[in-house]
């Protein structure tokens, strides 16, 4: 049976002429930095001239021309940075119970919306359905009934449904 080494002594030695391995690139990049640097189509004397030609024929010759064109345009026609919503991302579900409640505010009062969960547990969804109820502010109830069908359904209503039987 071989000996291990003592702890702390490396097992591979390396070799006594060290070389540097290849590195690999894909053809691609080999390609493109093969290619010529390219010279410019204009010489840049030439494109001084050329922008000041551009500015004569927009009308913006001095930057007062420049400034009153600014103050022309409308402020969808000025440019905006564009910003990064911020908060969370909504999540798609979410836009559907929306779309849900947005409907049922618009509908009779008498009118119930069966919301079908598919996977999700019924106190999940009944938890974001009433946040998102609550966000809108709209009058809506969530409910579940014994006697519906498809016990993974919420029932999205104005009004509240009962589950007493009705007197006789």
Known sequence: MRAMPPAGVPVFLPSPDPVQRPVAISVGLARLHERPARDPTVPLADLGVMRHDVL???????????RRRLHSLSPSDRVKRATKPRGRQSNPRDEGIELLV????????????PWELGDQKVATARVTAN??????????????HREYPNPGMLLLSRQPVSARPKRK
Do not use: F
Request: charged letters at 20%; proline letters at 5%.
């Open 56 to 66: 004569e024929s927009l009308g913006l010759v001095t930057p007062d021309d420049l």
């Open 102 to 113: 947005t409907g049922l505010g618009a509908g009779p009062e008498s009118q119930v919306i």
């Open 131 to 144: 946040r998102i109820v609550k966000k809108l502010g709209a009058q809506v109830y969530v409910s579940t």
